[in-house]
């Protein structure tokens, strides 16, 4: 698979954190372009590489058409033996998971990069799971991350359940699954999680939390909540709703004595991590308009 090119849907479920908080970002993001920065393509080749391998450890290729492979991927500029250490890592994961699946039933069902489709609770909802492994009552998906910036944990995470729920839809009816796990494996941060939920309470989160927000969403409509999510929003600069939010939190009724109370300076720090990363936002923004001439105001 060429991973730059995987679809995405509008409403995906890398997303799904931030349309679930907040609906009409989506249609409100629609007005800007699809970009993708230097980080999006690294994860990119690193998903590429980790695709060789498991390719290989499924007898997909043999040793020599691995290597001729490698050799090529080598050439790449995301290529380093730091990025291949953590992809061997996500790989070693994925291949103990892989073998404890062929110890525990007779036929299980291991795929690589599958698309999932769940358009039945997400208007037009598809996306592609890393790794899905059927056996036995379990249904396991893993995900690489290949950032080492922010965490990310599988604990109710929307991403995960969202590729579960895909990945139900599509072999439910053939496997009597009953359990569902999803892991996530994070190598340059020595990040590995895992949730796990009963199929019926992830069918019940899918009727009663995400299928009312989808449906929103698609239409443009529901409440603007600002949030920690909304680092992942393209309109963050610009967005109004933010914008209010942050400076409320800037401009805090304190009260008299005029020296704050330790609860003052707490609710301060609570706040401070999302009014810089908001200050940052706009500011770059501004940069990035002055520059191209579009914004008069902030000249550099
Ligand atoms: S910046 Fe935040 S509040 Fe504004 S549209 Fe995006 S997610 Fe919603």
Same mark, same amino acid.
């Not at 704050?260 to 940052?280: C, G, H, P, Y």
């Given at each position: 698979?060429?991973?730059?090119?995987?679809? =995405?849907?509008? /409403?995906? *479920?890398?997303?799904?954190?931030?349309?679930?908080?907040?609906?009409?970002?989506?249609?409100?993001?629609?007005?800007?372009?699809?970009?993708?920065?230097?980080? *999006?393509?690294? !994860?990119t080749f690193m998903h590429e590489l980790s695709e060789l391998y498991l390719s290989y450890e499924l007898k997909k290729m043999t040793k020599a058409q691995l290597n001729k492979k490698l050799r090529q991927m080598k050439q790449n500029e995301f290529y380093s033996p730091e990025i291949e250490q953590a992809v061997k890592t996500y790989v070693d994961v994925v291949t103990e998971k892989m073998n404890e699946a062929r110890a525990s039933s007779k036929d299980p069902l291991i795929l690589i990069e599958e698309r999932v489709d769940?358009?039945?609770?997400?208007?037009? !909802?598809?996306?592609? %799971?890393?790794?899905?492994?059927?056996? !036995?009552?379990?249904?396991?998906?893993?995900?690489?991350?290949? %950032?080492?910036?922010?965490?990310?944990? &599988?604990?109710?995470?929307?991403?995960?359940?969202?590729?579960? /729920? %895909?990945?139900?839809?599509?072999? %439910?009816? /053939?496997?009597?699954?009953?359990?569902?796990?999803?892991?996530?494996?994070?190598?340059?941060?020595?990040?590995?999680?895992?949730?796990?939920?009963?199929?019926?309470?992830?069918?019940?989160?899918?009727?009663?939390?995400?299928?009312?927000?989808?449906?929103?969403?698609?239409?443009?409509?529901?409440?603007?909540? #600002? !949030?920690? =999510?909304?680092?992942?929003? +393209?309109?963050? *600069?610009?967005?109004?709703?933010?914008?209010?939010?942050?400076?409320?939190?800037?401009?805090?009724?304190?009260?008299?004595?005029?020296?704050?109370?330790?609860?003052?300076?707490?609710?301060?720090?609570?706040?401070?991590?999302?009014?810089?990363?908001?200050?940052?936002?706009?500011?770059?923004? &501004?940069? #990035?308009? #002055?520059?191209?001439?579009?914004? +008069?105001?902030?000249?550099?």
């Open positions: 698979m060429n991973h730059s090119e995987r679809a =995405h849907a509008s /409403l995906s *479920a890398s997303g799904a954190s931030r349309w679930l908080a907040c609906p009409p970002s989506v249609r409100l993001s629609e007005q800007y372009e699809e970009t993708t920065s230097v980080f *999006a393509k690294e !994860g769940f358009s039945p609770y997400v208007p037009d !909802g598809f996306g592609t %799971g890393d790794v899905i492994l059927i056996y !036995g009552d379990r249904l396991e998906v893993i995900d690489l991350k290949g %950032g080492k910036g922010v965490k990310v944990s &599988a604990v109710e995470n929307p991403q995960m359940r969202l590729y579960a /729920l %895909g990945a139900l839809n599509i072999f %439910g009816l /053939l496997y009597d699954t009953q359990k569902i796990l999803m892991t996530i494996v994070q190598p340059r941060l020595d990040n590995i999680s895992t949730d796990e939920m009963q199929v019926d309470d992830l069918l019940v989160w899918a009727e009663e939390v995400v299928k009312p927000k989808a449906e929103l969403a698609f239409k443009g409509e529901g409440d603007f909540i #600002a !949030g920690d =999510h909304c680092r992942f929003c +393209k309109v963050k *600069a610009t967005c109004r709703a933010r914008a209010e939010e942050n400076l409320k939190l800037a401009c805090m009724d304190f009260q008299k004595p005029p020296l704050l109370t330790d609860d003052e300076v707490t609710e301060v720090l609570t706040s401070i991590d999302q009014l810089m990363s908001w200050a940052k936002d706009v500011q770059e923004y &501004a940069f #990035a308009m #002055a520059l191209s001439q579009k914004f +008069k105001l902030y000249s550099v």
